[in-house]
């Protein structure tokens, strides 16, 4: 088990109380790997009854130089699209069906989002990979902790934290190749460099990061005598600590966070996809505390932040967004015995930007939930939280989560299942652009039913099967009423969109330094309007350890035929299904201090469509290295 893991879990989660004796014999610590966001609790994966993903700090090691939305999107239920397109292309987050809009990200536990987005959703490409410690994925409705947006999934983030040396100091960089499938000249075009200046001198904790990206060499339009699209970013963050003692402590951080990139249009007269000069630029300020006191079984903890984003396009059609966002989020947990783990809280979000006039709404969420873990394989996790918008009032939404465990060989099998509700307030640029705007939509609400069985072998083996029931009110569309005007506005859908779907996973280490992995989706879309949703997808990672300083592992993503949208017709065109095969290699040197690794991406060059008109990556080469002093 990863105790760097579990250190970094148990500073998120505040809650030195949850710190129970393990009676088990070795042979059962194995299968007690933790997770965290289902319920905000420490609690052991079999005692949890949603599906949570984990990205552990090994596995993003051996991902450097990638981006954090392609790495997410290797992962079961999940298709970010855009992921492997020209470094600025939009991403849509198309999770058990979903969009952007019913994804909720979260850094450092604190909801994160951009109110001048047309989703409200928050942009994966202002982050580095580098920053990131590890990442948690809970599939399916979490409204009753995390509140507005978090029906489909919520991504939990977080960041690197202080070490326990005084000064520790590590220093990454990547450099590769940049190409499309018909490119035969490759030239080294994408750069990655990241330090990080972390310690802890007593009682006070520091960890400071700064990383660059610089990517060029493709066009985001496909086609030829197409000019390149370069993509920047600069990523500069602090994070600082002080206990004042053992009951007691504060962390305060800040951020910022820049691309600019280039990218291609729809030119009047015509008004077609084309190859265009340009542009947009992204910034996003960020700046919180999060004081905690403990106390006997408990913790009281306040997440406070605010956000700053300035977005801009240049183009024929000019835009200009500034946009603030203001979180508080103040919870008490209590564990009753080890068996009842409650969470009581108050969660308030503003949200304000500026179209031809300043805009705001807000959400005042008083929330409560209980985790029961009894000692005869029956658990329940159970919440409920009242939404109060400041433009459609009170909505009450709520999840039942039971579950029950019993031993199965030398592991466990685990029965799950659950009920979730949520509530998705309009955007304020769905409501209030001048253009597209309609101040006469209705919030959307989902419905998710999910049942599952989980096998648990610790290591050797984990298999799990999910089914999936999505029904979805008042979704929100982008209307075309006149195209020959292009006349369009948002509204909702007539009809409920109902989604359903099947998801398989398999983990298992065949034999002595060889692990698998592999997972599969079916996602079949019943009733409703949806594109670039591939109703099959499937990944795959073999993992090997050539020696103790060297490792290597092979990945496959299928992903299989949908719909996409042309906007020369308006009409619906059937994208082919394509399979990527990626190698990853990397050495440790013997001091530890040095590692050196070697990528090639889509490595038989496969020529494939992500989106209709845009540029995808063919076969590509990166060289890097580590150092940490």
Not at 446 to 468: H, I, V
Request: net charge negative; glycine share 6%; proline share 2%.
């Amino acid at each position: 088990m990863n105790k760097k893991y579990l250190t970094l879990c148990t500073g998120l989660l505040l809650g030195t109380a949850l710190t129970a004796q393990d009676k088990d014999s070795i042979a059962v610590q194995e299968l007690q790997e933790v997770v965290v966001s289902d319920s905000r609790f420490q609690l052991k994966r079999e005692n949890s009854g949603k599906t949570v993903v984990k990205i552990t700090a090994e596995e993003l090691e051996r991902n450097q130089g990638r981006t954090v939305a392609e790495i997410i999107n290797s992962k079961s239920g999940i298709e970010i699209n855009g992921s492997r397109s020209v470094a600025g292309q939009n991403l849509g987050y198309f999770i058990r069906g979903g969009n952007n809009r019913q994804v909720l990200v979260l850094i450092d536990g604190i909801q994160v989002n951009d109110p001048s987005q047309i989703a409200n959703d928050f942009d994966l490409r202002l982050l580095d990979l580098n920053t990131i410690e590890s990442i948690e994925i809970i599939k399916g409705a979490a409204s009753t902790l995390y509140g507005n947006s978090a029906a489909t999934a919520v991504i939990s983030i977080i960041t690197k934290s202080a070490t326990e040396d005084k000064i520790a100091l590590s220093v990454s960089s990547v450099m590769g190749t940049n190409a499309s499938q018909n490119e035969d000249n490759k030239t080294i075009s994408n750069f990655n460099n990241a330090v990080n200046l972390n310690g802890t001198l007593s009682k006070f904790s520091y960890a400071v990061g700064f990383a660059n990206q610089f990517t060029d060499g493709l066009s985001a339009a496909s086609g030829t005598n197409t000019e390149e699209d370069p993509f920047s970013r600069i990523n500069t963050n602090v994070k600082l600590g002080y206990a004042f003692s053992e009951n007691f402590n504060v962390k305060v951080f800040g951020s910022f966070d820049k691309y600019n990139t280039a990218i291609d249009g729809f030119p009047a007269p015509l008004f077609q996809f084309a190859d265009t000069n340009d542009e947009s630029i992204s910034e996003q300020l960020r700046f919180g505390v999060s004081p905690e006191l403990k106390y006997n079984n408990g913790s009281i903890t306040i997440n406070a932040s605010m956000t700053s984003i300035d977005r801009e396009t240049i183009s024929d059609f000019p835009s200009q967004f500034e946009s603030k966002g203001y979180i508080v989020d103040a919870f008490n947990k209590y564990v009753f015995d080890e068996k009842l783990y409650t969470i009581v809280g108050f969660n308030y979000q503003k949200n304000e930007t500026l179209f031809a006039e300043e805009v705001s709404d807000t959400n005042s969420d008083p929330y409560v939930n209980v985790v029961y873990v009894s000692d005869f394989g029956f658990n329940l996790n159970a919440g409920t939280r009242l939404n109060n918008h400041s433009e459609y009032g009170s909505h009450l939404t709520y999840n039942f989560n039971p579950s029950y465990t019993f031993e199965l060989g030398k592991g466990y099998g685990k029965f799950l299942g659950s009920y979730s509700t949520s509530f998705i307030a309009p955007s304020l640029f769905q409501l209030f652009d001048g253009t597209f705007g309609n101040q006469e939509l209705e919030p959307e609400e989902n419905r998710t039913l999910e049942g599952g069985f989980e096998w648990n072998l610790g290591k050797k083996f984990r298999f799990s099967a999910l089914y999936f029931n999505r029904n979805e009110e008042n979704t929100v569309l982008f209307t075309t009423i006149d195209p020959v005007n292009f006349i369009s506005q948002y509204r909702n859908a007539e009809n409920d969109a109902k989604v359903q779907g099947a998801e398989f996973e398999i983990v298992s280490e065949l034999f002595k330094d060889f692990n698998f992995s592999a997972n599969y989706t079916f996602t079949e879309l019943k009733e409703g309007n949806r594109v670039r949703l591939p109703k099959h997808r499937a990944n795959a990672t073999i993992n090997y350890a050539l020696s103790d300083k060297t490792s290597a592992s092979l990945n496959y993503q299928y992903v299989g035929s949908r719909e996409d949208t042309d906007f020369s017709t308006f009409q619906n065109i059937d994208l082919d299904a394509y399979s990527l095969i990626d190698f990853y290699l990397g050495h440790q040197f013997k001091n530890d201090k040095l590692k050196v690794f070697f990528n090639v991406t889509n490595i038989f060059n496969t020529d494939y469509e992500e989106i209709i008109g845009f540029t995808t990556r063919g076969r590509n080469y990166s060289l890097g290295l580590n150092i940490t002093l």
